[in-house]
């Protein structure tokens, strides 16, 4: 659950499904269809989870979390599909150095690195 100052989270969350789906599609998918699905998923259950009160608003806030939050790094969402192609596909570290530099404590830079070094 990402909290007010938490840019991050949010992303790792999208990030981690992301991944998931690549691993398990028979074939490849494209990053924006995968980024879709899985803001769907982290929205849906952070709905479940009572973090928001309709799935709108839910899916409006994971989304913003990809597009805007995270400025001037990344300017919008087509940024976020370029690097996070780049990082599934050809290992870039791009989107990693991104994030760690919006953590907010020792922990979540722990988090993103070890997510990436996963």
Request: proline fraction near 2%; hydrophobic fraction near 35%; charged fraction near 30%.
């Amino acid at each position: 659950m990402a909290y007010p100052k938490d840019k991050v989270s949010d992303v790792i969350e999208v990030l981690t499904i992301i991944k998931k789906e690549k691993e398990a599609a028979a074939r490849h998918q494209n990053t924006t269809t995968l980024r879709r699905l899985a803001t769907k998923i982290v929205a849906e259950n952070e709905l479940k989870n009572n973090r928001y009160k309709n799935y709108n608003s839910a899916h409006h806030t994971i989304h913003d979390a990809l597009a805007r939050r995270l400025k001037p790094d990344i300017e919008n969402i087509s940024i976020f599909d370029k690097l996070a192609d780049e990082w599934l596909n050809h290992k870039s570290s791009k989107l990693k150095e991104i994030l760690l530099g919006y953590t907010i404590n020792g922990g979540q830079s722990s988090i993103v690195e070890k997510f990436f070094n996963s």
